[in-house]
């Protein structure tokens, strides 16, 4: 090895233990400090963080498995005060045609009008109407979901799974799992009701972000 090559590998080396000291003590900076007590969450306007979310449903397929597919495209929001959580208000728009099961002809399909009929009905919407508490991390939350052009009251459970500020965002962010049961006939939606299973299981988890004040 060349005089030339040690010092290039000599230079390599230290690069690297430097990296790893910078990251060994960057990282405990910069990693949130969550607050897992809803009663720390900020009040104000949060809305979701598109990028740390996701949005599933599945359903039992002929006894054979549990179908699997998700939207791609949703928003969420929430305003409240934490010291009044059932006050909160919490609403959720998906985007009927952001359907993701990696198949894209069987996702033609199921947005025809058969199923979603997602050239009429582009938007699923729910709106909070009641929130119950069930612990000091979980609540039951009431609402109205319209889907396929119906209106129908469900219940979600939600999760609170903490809140801080990340560094890395800039922002105060709040996490939270949902989850929630519905019937699809109720929306219309009942191609092969009886051989098909009838409830579909959705589960969301989202991170939000805190809104600015705007004054």
């Known amino acids: 090895m060349t005089a030339r090559s040690l010092a290039l590998l000599g230079i390599a080396t230290a690069s690297l233990w430097t990296l790893a000291a910078c990251a060994s003590v960057v990282t405990p900076f910069l990693k949130p400090d969550v607050e897992t007590q809803s009663i720390q969450m900020k009040g104000g306007n949060w809305q979701l963080d598109p990028a740390h979310a996701s949005l599933l449903f599945k359903i039992n397929h002929l006894d054979f498995s549990t179908y699997v597919g998700r939207f791609d495209h949703f928003d969420v929001t929430l305003k409240g005060d934490p010291r009044r959580p059932e006050e909160a208000m919490l609403e959720a728009i998906v985007d009927m045609m952001s359907l993701d099961i990696a198949n894209d002809e069987f996702a033609q399909t199921l947005m025809g009008s058969d199923w979603f009929d997602a050239a009429h009905y ?94």
């Open 122 to 215: 582009p938007q699923a919407r729910f709106q909070s109407t009641r929130i119950i508490l069930t612990s000091e991390t979980t609540a039951d939350v009431e609402g109205v979901l319209t889907l396929h052009g119906r209106s129908a009251p469900i219940t979600l459970s939600v999760k609170f799974n903490g809140s801080a500020h990340d560094r890395l965002r800039g922002a105060d962010v709040a996490g939270f799992s949902i989850r929630g049961d519905l019937d699809r006939t109720e929306f219309g939606i009942s191609k092969f009701s009886g051989l098909l299973a009838d409830t579909v299981h959705l589960e969301i988890e989202a991170e939000l972000l805190r809104k600015p004040d705007v004054s």
